[in-house]
């Protein structure tokens, strides 16, 4: 069973930074594909960024949205896949989720369906 449990969510102001965590098994780590996805409310799920690891590649894909102010940071030494923001915005505010799935194809990693598991989520509120 894969798990997956995300940390660091909260209240921000906007121009903050916030630091987010899924930390999983080492077996997870080392053979799936992690993403990072939002929902804000009565919005669709958004796709932020994902790490593939295959063969020894890792490859980062950013959303448009947040492409410049978000970063996806890979671990090895915690088991974690982090998603740093920084400058967040009022419509930042949203459930964060982290998802593991063993897609690799570049083209399918944006897709929520490639991922069959998801954590919890954190909700992170932009406020001032």
């Known amino acids: 069973q894969v798990q997956l449990v995300e940390s660091g969510g909260g209240l921000v102001r906007p121009g903050a930074s916030l630091r987010l965590s899924c930390e999983t098994t080492?077996?997870?780590?080392?053979?799936?594909?992690m993403a990072w996805f939002r929902q804000a409310p009565g919005k669709a799920r958004e796709f932020l960024g994902a790490?593939?690891?295959?063969?020894?590649?890792?490859?980062?894909l950013s959303g448009d949205s947040v492409k410049g102010r978000f970063a996806i940071i890979r671990d090895s030494a915690k088991n974690t896949v982090d998603l740093q923001m920084n400058n967040v915005k009022l419509e930042d505010t949203a459930i964060y989720y982290c998802?593991?799935?063993?897609?690799?194809?570049?083209?399918?990693?944006?897709?929520?369906?490639?991922?069959?598991?998801w954590g919890q989520g954190t909700q992170v509120t932009v406020s001032s």
């Open positions: 080492e077996q997870v780590f080392n053979t799936y594909s």
């Open positions: 790490v593939r690891y295959n063969d020894g590649t890792t490859n980062t």
């Open positions: 998802a593991a799935g063993q897609v690799t194809a570049i083209w399918k990693m944006s897709h929520s369906s490639e991922y069959p598991s």
